[in-house]
């Protein structure tokens, strides 16, 4: 079971980006899925979650901002960010949880820089 995020990148403040953490190894069409970050310096913090039934939870700070989305079918979790900060500026983790037995699946971290 692997998670691969992508689409990290510098991006000037205002601007967006659109990450996308693609599953592989079996369908996450049951899974909860879930985005966070850790700024340099600072611990993991939740950013966005969509449960298998679409239900869908942002952190107070990005709300009006970005967008988490899935594709069941291409096994994918999306996070579209617009009108990025400084602040938004860390590594940007994916992860999967199965709601059954709570067991946690996290991909590797894509990195957004945020200029001002």
């Known amino acids: 079971v692997q998670l691969q995020a992508s689409g990290g990148g510098l991006v000037q403040a205002g601007g967006s980006l659109r990450l996308s953490c693609a599953a592989s190894g079996r369908s996450f069409s049951g899974y909860g899925l879930g985005w966070f970050r850790q700024a340099p310096g600072k611990e993991r913090e939740f950013v966005a979650a969509?449960?298998?039934?679409?239900?869908?939870a942002y952190v107070d700070s990005v709300k009006g901002r970005f967008t988490i989305s899935r594709d069941n079918a291409k096994n994918t979790v999306y996070l579209q960010m617009n009108s990025l900060k400084p602040e938004d500026t860390a590594v940007y983790y994916c992860?999967?949880?199965?709601?059954?037995?709570?067991?946690?699946?996290w991909g590797k971290g894509t990195q957004v820089t945020v200029s001002s």
């Open positions: 969509v449960s298998s039934g679409g239900s869908i």
């Open positions: 992860k999967a949880r199965n709601p059954w037995d709570g067991m946690e699946y």
